[in-house]
């Protein structure tokens, strides 16, 4: 092992690495030069990849995770050492805990001066740092492991239940040279990275003979069956079993949300009335309020805590996390829900007709009150008039993928706007993390090449809003609409002792976000009305242009922290 120049018959750490992947089928790279590696990311260029170079390592890492969960392959970022990786951690984090398969990749510094704490540049010792927020993490210190290192990051992220891994590089790695030929032989091209987990017949039967008892069943739909990519088989579970589904909110057209077996506009009512609850890729985490209480029931409704629950996922220790799981179903949604399907006949008998026009019923009575707010236009614009324009340019381009977040510009979103087609909805997921928004928009118009619409509130947006130069630099169909209320919830708020600071949730009025995207060479439109907007929105998706229309809000619109006020704790100050 030398440091010599490379000569014909050797390669060296850069060329592994870039071949390591390339042989693993991955051809996108999010990431943000600077030393190690910026000779890598110029390298993974000339050797016909493609290197997409952020303004900060989160919106790359963001990007990749985003990039994982819409492919199924792992999503790679590529920062530099101690702060390039500690911005990329959030995202690594993010995708862990959403279960979204990502590989962080980030140089370091010298071995041997980090372990002495004698001070390099840009010490830290990332691996310990990484290890608790991510499923796995690996350090590369000799050129040969290379191709043992990235297919034991690879086959970390996507199997089982997929998540986040760091992978260490130290600059020393890169330059380290080997005999070309032993290079190629040691590189691993992982077979099977995702390997189908079978359920026990047992664990079906369980199942089917619970679902068969039921009288008021209900699917949840999670965003494990979006990642699944098991949409056929998905589709027919609900279809032959002609049990009303209702989807988390990246789950979201895996049906088309306009489906009749869709109780997305009764959510309210099928929760706490179902009997048996069949979760497909959803955790019963706090968006499903743990199983428990009056979301489901709670004391003195009268079918309280009456649920029984048959879950469907990959990770065997996630049944009874939060409530009693009568019949868990341990393996791959694709497997599961085949296994279903077979085991179900040709004369499934379908749930009870009480139960299933009880649903349409509430259902209908909901979407026609829906119907109502949004055929109004006030002025200035509020969230479901705008919102309404979206809804129209969505299913009139339902290829178009969507990137949403804020609080209230999120949580009108979800309801407003109807999807068609399975992981076109892409959103602030299990954390409800701000600033996932131009990270993720910018991998969707890269992995899909469709055009994405990114619905944003002002303050969301101003976490990666510097990703708009990005967005202009490759050139992306990229429509922001920024759903400007001047501030976080509203934009209405005071300063309540008097003084001259403005409260901590509002912003600069009238700010005219439209301009940064001009600054770039975008276009950038300010929309008052809702016909600007609708005109905005359609020139941008005919032009494919980079987009960002300045969409205002009536700054009172917003409730605190949008539908889940509830948790925010009250003080006793202020219950007073
Ligand atoms: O059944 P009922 O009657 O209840 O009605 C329901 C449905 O039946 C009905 N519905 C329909 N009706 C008719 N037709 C149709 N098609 C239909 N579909 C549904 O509508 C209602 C609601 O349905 P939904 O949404 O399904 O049901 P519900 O009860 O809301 O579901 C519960 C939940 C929990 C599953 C759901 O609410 C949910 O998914 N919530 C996610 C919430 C979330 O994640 N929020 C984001 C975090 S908020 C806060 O943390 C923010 N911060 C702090 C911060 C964060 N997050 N991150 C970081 C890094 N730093 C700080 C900040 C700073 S948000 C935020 C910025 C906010 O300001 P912005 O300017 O960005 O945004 P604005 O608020 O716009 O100003
Ligand atoms: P949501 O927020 O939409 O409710 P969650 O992120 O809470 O969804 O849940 C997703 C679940 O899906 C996780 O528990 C994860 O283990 C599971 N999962 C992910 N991919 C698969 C798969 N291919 N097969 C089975 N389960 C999966
Ligand atoms: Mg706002």
Redesign the pocket.
């Known amino acids: 092992m030398t440091n010599d120049t490379q000569t014909a018959e050797q390669t060296d750490g850069f060329h592994l690495v870039i071949d390591a992947l390339k042989l693993n089928g991955i051809s996108n790279i999010y990431g943000l030069p600077g030393i190690p590696i910026t000779d890598l990311t110029r390298m993974l260029q000339a050797e016909g990849m493609r290197v997409i170079s952020f303004r900060h390592e989160q919106n790359a890492g963001n990007a990749a995770a985003i990039a994982g969960f819409m492919t199924g392959k792992p999503g790679i970022c590529l920062t530099v050492s101690a702060p390039g990786f500690l911005n990329g951690l959030?995202a690594l984090a993010n995708a862990t805990t959403n279960c979204f398969p990502m590989i962080l990749i980030s140089g370091s510094s010298e071995r041997e001066i980090v372990d002495l704490q004698q001070g390099d540049y840009e010490e830290m010792d990332q691996l310990a740092i990484a290890k608790p927020l991510c499923k796995a993490a690996f350090r590369v210190l000799n050129a040969e492991d290379i191709g043992v290192g990235i297919a034991r990051a690879i086959r970390s992220a996507v199997s089982g239940r997929p998540g986040g891994v760091y992978l260490d590089l130290p600059a020393k790695l890169f330059g380290q040279a080997m005999d070309a030929a032993a290079g190629k032989a040691s590189l691993i091209k992982v077979v099977d990275p995702a390997p189908r987990q079978i359920p026990a017949p047992d664990a079906i039967k369980r199942a089917l003979d619970l679902l068969k008892s039921a009288k008021k069943p209900l699917i949840l739909l999670g965003k494990g069956a979006a990642y699944a990519q098991a949409d056929a088989d998905i589709r027919l579970l609900v279809e032959k079993s002609g049990i009303p589904y209702l989807p988390?909110?990246m789950a979201k057209g895996l049906l088309p949300?306009t489906h009749e077996q869709s109780a997305?506009?009764?959510?309210?009512?099928v929760l706490p009335e179902a009997d048996v609850v069949v979760l497909v890729g959803a955790r019963l985490n706090?968006?499903?309020?743990h199983g428990k209480g009056k979301?489901w029931g709670g004391k003195g409704h009268k079918n309280a805590g009456g649920q029984k629950f048959i879950q469907i996922d990959i990770s065997p220790t996630e049944a009874d996390s939060n409530v009693a799981i009568d019949a868990p179903l341990v393996g791959d949604i694709g497997s599961c829900v085949a296994a279903l399907l077979a085991g179900m006949g040709s004369n499934w008998a379908k749930p009870p007709a009480e139960w299933t026009s009880a649903v349409t019923e509430r259902?209908n009575k909901?979407?026609a009150?829906?119907a109502e707010t949004l055929a109004k236009d006030p002025s200035p614009m509020n969230?479901h008039s705008s919102l309404n324009v979206v809804r129209d340019i969505v299913k009139a381009n339902p290829d178009a993928i969507l990137v949403n977040?804020?609080?209230?510009?999120?949580?009108?979103t979800?309801?407003?706007v109807?999807m068609y087609k399975p992981r076109k909805r892409l959103?602030?997921?299990t954390?409800?993390?701000?600033?996932i928004g131009m990270g993720f928009a910018v991998a969707a118009a890269v992995e899909s090449g469709q055009p994405v619409i990114a619905i944003?509130?002002?303050?969301?947006?101003g976490?990666s809003g510097m990703e708009v130069e990005t967005i202009c630099r490759y050139n992306l169909p990229v429509c922001i609409v920024i759903?400007n209320?001047n501030?976080?919830?509203?934009?209405d708020e005071v300063n309540v002792t008097g003084g001259k600071d403005p409260s901590p949730l509002v912003f600069v009025k009238g700010a005219r976000y439209d301009m940064l995207m001009q600054a770039f060479g975008g276009v950038g439109v300010q929309a008052n009305t809702t016909a600007e907007l609708r005109k905005a929105m359609e020139e941008a998706i005919k032009s494919r242009r980079p987009t960002l229309i300045n969409a205002i809000?009536d700054e009172g619109a917003?409730t605190e922290?949008?539908?889940?006020t509830s948790l925010n704790p009250t003080s006793a100050a202020k219950k007073k």
């Open positions: 959030t988390m909110s949300d997305s506009a009764a959510r309210s009512f706090w968006l499903l309020s979301t259902k909901n979407v009150k829906m969230y977040e804020g609080a209230n510009a999120l949580d009108f979800r309801s407003i109807d959103d602030v997921g954390w409800g993390v701000m600033g944003e509130g002002d303050s969301a947006f976490f759903m209320n501030g976080v919830y509203r934009g809000i917003g922290s949008g539908r889940i």
